[in-house]
């Protein structure tokens, strides 16, 4: 499935296990509920709906996400080192025990934010 295209597909609720999908690209895919314990380095989510979705043992690194919603969505065990996210909806994501090293969230490092973070709670 490695450097395969998606295009505006109904794929909710699937579940992809195993799966070497790097080099994917989304275009337009409701990907809604789906479950992925993928490899899906430098694969690219455009207009894609990922609500909900659960990404568990999964490798994202140098991964491109635009326009995408993942609000509800659960990530765990995951590399997201040097992750693209851009212009995309947040609520309610939940990232547990991740490799964050160079991921970038609307241009932003996420160690920058986690930062800044720290410095307005003290």
């Known amino acids: ?14 579940r992809y296990e195993n799966a070497d999908m ?3 690209e989304f275009h337009g895919v409701n990907l809604a509920n789906a479950q992925f314990y993928a490899v899906l380095t430098k694969a690219k989510f455009t207009d894609t709906n990922l609500s909900d ?6 490798n994202l690194s140098g991964a491109r996400l635009n326009n995408v919603n993942l609000s ?5 065990d ?4 040097n992750l ?6 947040l609520a309610n994501v939940e990232i ?11 241009g932003v490092l996420v160690s920058d934010l986690f930062k800044a973070y720290e410095q307005v709670t003290g």
């Open 1 to 14: 499935m490695s450097e395969h295209v998606f295009d505006g597909a109904q794929m909710q609720s699937v």
């Open 53 to 58: 979705a659960v990404f568990d043992d999964v």
């Open 72 to 76: 509800g969505t659960s990530i765990s």
């Open 22 to 24: 790097a080099n994917a």
């Open 84 to 89: 693209v996210i851009t212009d995309a909806t």
């Open 78 to 81: 995951a590399n997201l080192s």
């Open 96 to 106: 547990r025990n991740a490799d964050l090293t160079g991921m970038r969230i609307n």
